[in-house]
Each structure stands twice: as C-alpha cells, then as structure tokens.
C-alpha cells in the first residue's frame, strides 16, 4: 500500500485535507485512493473544510444573526427583527406594534403597544381610567 492524495497542491494536511491510501492490484497496478479528505464547500463549523488555511472565513461571526458570536448561534426575539453586533445578538427593530418597553432583549419585543392600555402607542402611555388602547389610541 502506499499514502495518495488527488486534491489540489498545497491542500494535503491543511485543515481537515488529508491522504489516502492505495493498494496493488493483483495485476500490478495501484487501486483508487480511498479513505483521503479533498477541499470542501467552507461550512460554519469551527474547521477549515476549503484546506486554505484559514477557519470560517466565509462568515462573519460578529455580525451575522445566524452565526452570531459562534457556528450556529441563530439570534431570535419575540415580536422582532434580530441582528448581531460584535457577535452579541440584538433587535434591529420591532415588529409594526410591539415595543421593547423594559429594555431586555431576551424577552424581545414584548409590549403589544397596539392594545396594552399600560403602553398604549408607545412604552409608558398610559390611558385614563376607564379607557381602552386600541389601534395605539386611547379612548373611552
């Protein structure tokens, strides 16, 4: 037997890139190369798939809301449109009729501020006794 390698120069033992093996035929020939590791499709996944040297490089974990801080860390609020800045997930904004009110974004955007009479139109608006929020307006 003997060590074989097909893929592009400068790729073996780069990353997950890694040789195979080959046996003689009984006609005196090498066989196909089995078991080696070629280039891949650079995935999120913390290895180096595309045997260049360099891990990931095709994401941008600081700022991209599916691999945000780490491969695979999907940013997700309630009511809201996530985003990721310097790899910590954020809202970029509230969906039409939710509002952050206490400022926690684990919780999302968790004030329906289209009916809540306590956040009626916006955080802290509170309506008068005996009225209802509807639509964002107070009325009675």
């Known amino acids: 037997t003997q060590n074989c390698y097909t893929g592009p120069a400068g790729t073996l033992g780069v990353g997950i890139c890694a040789a195979g093996t080959q ?8 066989g196909e190369c089995t078991g080696e ?8 996944n913390d290895l180096d798939d595309d045997c260049d040297g360099t ?13 945000c801080g ?7 609020f309630p009511n809201a449109t996530p ?3 310097d790899g ?8 039409v009729g939710f509002a952050d009110c206490d400022g926690d974004p684990a ?21 008068g006794t005996g009225e209802v929020c ?6 009675s």
Not at 134 to 139: L, P, Y
């Open 23 to 30: 046996t003689c035929t009984a006609e005196g020939r090498w």
């Open 37 to 44: 590791v070629l280039p891949q499709t650079e995935t999120c």
């Open 55 to 67: 891990v990931d490089e095709d994401f941008d974990k600081l700022h991209d809301p599916n691999n």
């Open 70 to 76: 780490t491969c695979g860390h999907i940013c997700s």
């Open 83 to 85: 985003g990721c800045v």
């Open 88 to 95: 910590e997930c954020t809202i970029v904004i509230c969906n």
């Open 107 to 127: 919780n999302g955007c968790e004030v329906n501020v289209s009916s809540d009479p306590n956040n009626c139109g916006g955080c802290n608006i509170v309506c």
């Open 134 to 139: 509807t639509n964002g307006s107070c009325h």
